[in-house]
């Protein structure tokens, strides 16, 4: 995927060094014992064993044969914040930032996930929420969405996913999460905030999936409910993104980006017309929404 930012105004950079991510600060035995991987006991047996054959505590259980290299590489990864999934997660593969973190898929959007901090998120502590919009459909919303979504919970920064595709939901899949309560319930009045998703595997992560698919997708999103959910959200989480259903086929997306107040408009190489880009821009900058970028994504999704 390659991105591409217009130019916005400089803005600063706030830096917290010191905070510690996730069970960074938990001896390795800890966690793994809150993970389920070991039992006290197996803890006290590898301690002791570590101590007669000089070994570090991974290396230690491994040699034991109560630990293997995977529990080993998802602790540290976790102790450095860059937790990193098993195999047999139920997180899907297109969580290229979760699963495949050293390819250039994802060292591109590690750029945009900077340029998002320096010229929206960290320009204000009030400019918090970000609709993903693109015209049409296979442009890739819910993917950049989904992996944006990881990356800046890697910063320590608590995220929060919404999947405002009331028509055709995927983060749910993605996430591998039931989906079968969520965004529709709460602007429905028929659920509360218990069905945000936290996501254990990715520490700072929560997800709210899109939920039953309603009758009156555009009537629920347009209603002050939604704008006041966002407004509580930002409370709550410095990071929050929502995914959107394409723009050219229904008004969702343009009522969406207005409530969160900035859009990051995506447009899919060799698939994509200028045209278009620009009516969208045009139609959201109307609505007073600012666009915080473009980017565009070699890698056609959905």
């Not at 000089?54 to 040699?63: D, N, Q, S, V």
């Not at 993917?143 to 009331?166: C, E, H, M, P, W």
Request: glycine letters at 10%.
């Amino acid at each position: 995927m390659n991105s591409q930012i217009f130019p916005l105004p400089s803005t600063r950079l706030d830096l917290d060094i010191g905070a510690p991510f996730g069970d960074s600060a938990k001896p390795i035995g800890a966690t793994l014992v809150d993970w389920g991987r070991l039992e006290q006991g197996d803890v006290a047996r590898i301690l002791d064993f570590q101590k007669k054959a000089g070994l570090p505590f991974g290396e230690a259980g491994i040699a034991m044969g109560l630990l293997d290299r995977d529990d080993v590489e998802q602790v540290l990864a976790t102790q450095f914040g860059h937790p990193s999934l098993l195999a047999d997660s139920p997180l899907s593969r297109e969580l290229v930032a979760a699963r495949e973190p050293d390819s250039d898929a994802v060292e591109h959007l590690r750029a945009l996930r900077s340029q998002l901090m320096l010229r929206w998120f960290e320009n204000d502590a009030r400019q918090a929420a970000l609709a993903v919009v693109s015209p049409g459909t296979g442009e890739g919303r819910s993917y950049v969405a989904a992996n944006l979504a990881v990356l800046f919970s890697q910063l320590g920064k608590r995220t929060l996913l919404i999947d405002g595709d009331l028509r055709r939901p995927r983060q749910h899949q993605i996430f591998g999460l039931p989906g079968r309560i969520g965004l529709s319930h709460v602007l429905a009045g028929r659920a509360g905030l218990d069905t945000l998703c936290e996501i254990k595997s990715l520490p700072d992560l929560w997800v709210l999936p899109a939920g039953a698919v309603p009758p009156n997708p555009q009537e629920l999103l347009a209603r002050p409910g939604f704008t006041k959910l966002i407004t509580a959200m930002r409370a709550s989480y410095e990071v929050i993104l929502i995914d959107t259903p394409p723009s050219e086929s229904c008004a969702d997306a343009g009522t969406i980006a207005a409530r969160a107040g900035a859009a990051l408009i995506l447009a899919c190489q060799n698939g994509t017309s200028v045209p278009r880009v620009a009516s969208l821009a045009d139609d959201l900058r109307q609505f007073g929404v600012t666009i915080v970028g473009a980017v565009l994504n070699g890698t056609p999704a959905s």
